[in-house]
């Protein structure tokens, strides 16, 4: 696995997704408008915005889980590595292997803590035995940091930890495939603040594997994890930079009553 | 005076005492209802519920006892050596009951009565034209019986309506006597709704009581006729109402399996199927349309089932299949019993499974999905089995319902009672025969019209056997999730 990581690795400032004048409609209902975002690769971009500002929904756009909603329309181009990822020749389940997701309530199947995290190998047939997959299980588990604590049950059900567990059981399913950008979609908003916390820190270690995209309410969070914010009003993507920029001198002033609290 | 009446007038009382009440409370605060505990309205409803619904319940009460009373009493008069041959006091009663209500019926029209108690002829005459027939002329007792049934019947009804009028109104003397300014009427009548809703509850659980109870006394009156034994455990049911009956119920419990599993092993697939289909597949729209559709099927009448298994099924069955392949020449058959059964019971199983399915969250398919998974891969690995409990139990409460059937195994599966493995033979099951032992004209006596209970009480047993299961399974999957 390590020499994988180390092959893989490539430069920072590698752009790894990129948006340009991307649209979402619900029905007649325009949801996102003309937004442009450069994900870089190893690197942990925040969306921040009010409720109902389309952070989720564009979050959804990046590995085409929009596509279970019938009603939704996506246009504009999103490109992964350079190639677009709503080009009729992808296929969106392949697709969703490489770009990962955590969402916002903790949904670990009802199955046993193992199970859970081998799910994403095993529909995939990354494994040729059950050694590989013990392998891959025990090293996502240990990168969720979660390992310790559940080595020793990895056979009860997923649905039987804490809320905390339950979401850093998530994450390390989302890992197992290698993503190369997990979504994350608000991965805190259920959880306490050590757990909070917990998957923080997680987040800015998974920064060395993967690029990150997390949705947060929170404008701490966003600071305090994130290298680069993209803040969105209304469905309109209004700044989109450098996290200490963003939060310091923002440009735009609506950026700056949302931040400083006077909308929202 | 009659029991409508009766009714009326305790209804007018209520209205009444809803008026006074709530006229008395505004009056005790002069018109400024502030100074009430309640609305006025409570002081009124309160008042009315006091009145009437302790009346009603003795009425109730009175009804279902009073027969009970009454027939002992006539019952005793009847003089034993003048019962006819072969006939039981209780049989004889029953003659008493219809010369009673037949001269009820006369007096009713204006005829003078008392003449005809003294003469059996003229009064089985009399009875004839007003449509009541009697076999034989009453003997004396028989008349003596009648006389004093009516005669206590009429006492009875006159004790019980004042008895209801004086607890009416003794009810609204002590909801007025009650009402001050600071009485809590609201409270009260809050109070008094919930016994009320506790009440209606009670009735259901007595009634299931009070079934079971009766299904066990008769079953338990078979058993010291007919040996336990004989009835569970032997092959051969063969009744004969001239006694020497072979009563043994595996053929039956047999027949009812049989019919069920094919029941089941049609409907379960399908119904599974179409609810994966509605429930993950179809548009908005086009569940729409077919969920109904699919329900439909449900409030189809069980004989037109029937028919159809009998005019289509079996015939086409043993044209094409049990015939060319030597397993027999009869339409009526098992496997027609099932398959149209099975068609019956498609959408217990798929409307029931098409909500458990919905009611898995969708995070779940969510977090599958932004796997990679694909959408069948997704419901086989991750919907399904969350679903699990909750299909098992739709399932069972479907194998329910098709074990209880029975207008679909009489015209399908013919009546015949046998043991055999050939789903194209004629088979039948506990309820057909349930059916079949109690038509017709006989006493309820005899092992051959009793063994009826016994059967039913092994139904019920085994019917809420798996609805106990159902139930519990589906409470643990609800768990689950909360």
């Known amino acids: 696995m390590k020499d994988q990581r180390l092959e893989t690795r490539v430069d920072t400032q590698t752009i790894k997704i990129e948006a340009r004048k991307a649209q979402v409609y619900y029905g007649t209902n325009h949801a996102i408008k003309d937004v442009d975002v450069d994900i870089m690769d190893k690197t942990v971009t925040a969306f921040i915005g009010p409720s109902g500002c389309g952070k989720s929904t564009f979050l959804r756009c990046l590995n085409r889980m929009n596509d279970t909603i019938p009603s939704c329309r996506v246009e504009g181009s999103i490109t992964l590595e350079g190639e677009s990822i709503y080009d009729p020749r992808v296929d969106p389940v392949q697709l969703r292997a490489r770009i990962g997701m955590v969402f916002q309530k903790p949904n670990p199947f009802p199955k046993s803590i193992y199970d859970n995290v081998a799910y994403g190998p095993k529909i995939h047939g990354l494994t040729r035995n059950k050694a590989e997959l013990d392998a891959i299980v025990e090293s996502c588990l240990r990168k969720a940091a979660l390992w310790n604590e559940v080595k020793d049950r990895l056979q009860a059900p997923g649905t039987g930890l804490s809320g905390g567990q339950q979401q850093r059981l998530c994450i390390a399913r989302a890992i197992t495939t290698s993503p190369e950008v997990l979504l994350m979609d608000e991965p805190c908003s259920a959880l306490d603040p050590i757990a909070t916390a917990q998957v923080e820190e997680l987040i800015d270690e998974l920064r060395s594997q993967f690029s990150v995209v997390i949705v947060t309410h929170s404008m701490q969070q966003a600071a305090r994890v994130s290298q680069r914010t993209a803040f969105f009003h209304l469905g309109n993507l209004v700044e989109f930079g450098e996290t200490g920029q963003i939060f310091t001198n923002p440009k735009d002033p609506r950026t700056e009553s949302y931040i400083s609290g006077r909308i929202g | ?482």
């Open chain 2, 1 to 482: 005076m009659s029991l409508g009446l009766l009714l009326l007038v305790l209804l007018a009382l209520a209205v009444a005492g809803y008026v006074i009440g709530r006229r008395k409370a505004v009056a005790q605060v002069e018109g400024d209802i502030r100074k009430l505990h309640s609305l006025p309205p409570f002081y009124g409803r309160i008042t009315a519920l006091l009145t009437a619904v302790p009346a009603f319940f003795l009425i109730a009460a009175w009804l279902l006892a009073q027969p009970l009373f009454l027939e002992t009493k006539a019952l005793n008069l009847i003089n034993p050596a003048e019962l006819p041959a072969g006939k039981s006091a209780e049989l004889v009663m029953a003659d008493v009951r219809r010369v009673a209500a037949g001269l009820d019926m006369l007096a009713a029209r204006g005829q003078d009565v008392t003449p005809l108690l003294a003469s059996p002829t003229a009064l089985k005459a009399a009875l004839n034209t007003a449509g009541v027939v009697l076999e034989t002329e009453p003997t004396p007792s028989t008349l003596a019986a009648t006389a004093a049934l009516r005669s206590s019947g009429d006492t009875s009804r006159l004790a019980m309506t004042i008895a209801a009028l004086v607890l009416a109104l003794a009810g609204l003397a002590f909801g007025l006597s009650r009402i001050k300014p600071e009485y809590r009427a609201r409270n009260a009548t809050e109070q008094f709704a919930m016994w009320l809703l506790m009440a209606s509850s009670l009735i259901a659980v007595l009634t299931t009581v009070g079934i079971v109870a009766s299904l066990l006394f008769e079953s338990i009156h078979f058993f010291r006729l007919y040996p336990a034994s004989e009835f569970f455990f032997s092959t051969v049911w063969k009744p004969q109402f001239g006694g020497g009956s072979q009563l043994g119920i595996l053929p039956l419990l047999w027949g009812t399996l049989y019919v069920s599993v094919i029941a089941l092993v049609v409907a379960v697939p399908i119904g599974l199927m179409s609810a994966i289909y509605l429930a993950e597949y179809a548009s908005r729209s086009t569940r729409a349309w077919v969920k109904p559709a699919i329900e439909i099927l449900a409030g189809i009448p069980t004989i037109v089932y029937g028919l159809f298994a009998l005019v289509t099924v079996g015939p086409l069955l043993r044209d094409y299949f049990a015939s060319p392949l030597g397993l027999g020449n009869s339409s009526s058959s098992v496997m027609t019993a099932g398959l149209v059964m099975g068609i019956m019971v498609i959408p217990f199983v798929s409307s029931l499974s098409d909500d458990i399915i919905n009611a898995v969250p969708q995070s779940l398919r969510d977090g599958s999905l932004g796997l990679g998974a694909t959408p069948s891969e997704t419901i086989k690995q991750v919907v399904i089995p969350a679903a699990l409990p909750g299909i098992v139990g739709a399932v069972l409460l479907a194998a329910s319902r098709a074990i209880g059937e029975t207008m679909i195994v009489v015209m399908g599966a013919g009546a015949a009672a046998q043991l055999s493995m050939n789903p194209f033979e004629a088979m039948t099951t506990v309820t057909v025969k349930i059916v079949s032992q109690l038509t017709g004209d006989t006493e309820f006596a005899s092992p051959e019209t009793l063994v009826a209970f016994a059967l039913g009480l092994t139904l019920f047993c085994l019917t809420l056997a798996l609805n106990i299961v159902a139930l519990v399974i589906v409470r643990k999957y609800r768990e689950q999730y909360e």
